[in-house]
Every structure is written in structure tokens, then in C-alpha cells.
């Protein structure tokens, strides 16, 4: 918990100040959180997430593609081993979907502007899903 927490310190201090040294350190803390969070626990989809973020920020900077493979790895991982019920579950999706469309927005590449709008429409099924339900127990209510 301490190791993720301070990565997203130095994140939230990269994303203020602007200083490379702030996002390597942001980095390191938080694939050191990954690398030592067990498999199967409930907190490693977050630090995964984390990391993506974490990555797509340094891409912003440096324009290097290997930054936003990472991300898009991360990620992936994320994802995949979020159940889909999970309340921000959704939110992975969209994170998934957008980093895909800075790879396309960078590379042209067509593969991944389809990745992004596959994501995005099955986030935004999910969540159309979840409101729908929830205007649904309201009618019930009122």
C-alpha cells in the first residue's frame, strides 16, 4: 500500500511541477507495488491501473512508444483480471480505450483506433446497463 501511495504522490507532483525525475520515481514505486502484491489480491487491478496512468503520463512527455505499450500492457492486465461487476470496472475500460487512441492518435495505426472504439462501446454498455437499472429501482421507488 505504502510503495503505490507514494508513486501516485510523485504522479500527482509530476502532473503539477512537470519534473521527469517525479514520474521515474512514480514508476519505480509503483512497479515495485505490482511486482510485490500477490496475485489473486483485489488491489493489484488498481496498482496495474496505476502504473498505466503512471506510464501514459511519462508518454505525454517524451513521445516514446514504448511508454504507452506499457500502459496499454498494464492496462490489459487490469482489466483482465477485474470481474466485470466491479464498480470501476467500466472506468478501466475507458482508461484501456484511451490509451489505445493516443497510440493511434500518434502512430496512425488503424488496429488501434478499432481496439479503441471496441472498448469504449463496451464500457459504455456496461455502464448504460448500470444507470439503466438504477432509473429502473427509482421508477420502482417513486
Known amino acids: 500500500v505504502r510503495l ?10 509530476f502532473g503539477r511541477l512537470g519534473e521527469l525525475p517525479d514520474i521515474e520515481k512514480a514508476l ?3 512497479q515495485e507495488a505490482v ?15 496505476n ?6 503520463d511519462r508518454f505525454e512527455r517524451s513521445g516514446e512508444l514504448s511508454d504507452i505499450a506499457e500502459a496499454i500492457s498494464a492496462l490489459q492486465k487490469a482489466v483482465q483480471l477485474t ?3 466491479i464498480p470501476y470496472f467500466p472506468d478501466l475500460l475507458t ?4 490509451t489505445y487512441f493516443r497510440r493511434f492518435d500518434r502512430t496512425g495505426e488503424l488496429l488501434d483506433i478499432t481496439e479503441a472504439i471496441e472498448v469504449q462501446r463496451r464500457a459504455v454498455n456496461l455502464t ?8 429502473n429501482n427509482l421508477g420502482i421507488s417513486l
Do not use: H
Not at 502504473?51 to 501514459?56: A, C, D, H, K, T
Open 4 to 13: 503505490n501511495n507514494l508513486g501516485m504522490a510523485y504522479k500527482c507532483r
Open 28 to 30: 519505480w514505486a509503483q
Open 35 to 49: 511486482r510485490i502484491t500477490p496475485e489473486g489480491s483485489e488491489d493489484l487491478p488498481k496498482r496495474l491501473s
Open 51 to 56: 502504473l498505466g496512468g503512471s506510464f501514459v
Open 83 to 85: 470481474p466485470e461487476y
Open 95 to 98: 482508461s484501456l480505450g484511451g
Open 128 to 135: 448504460y446497463r448500470k444507470y439503466a437499472s438504477m432509473l
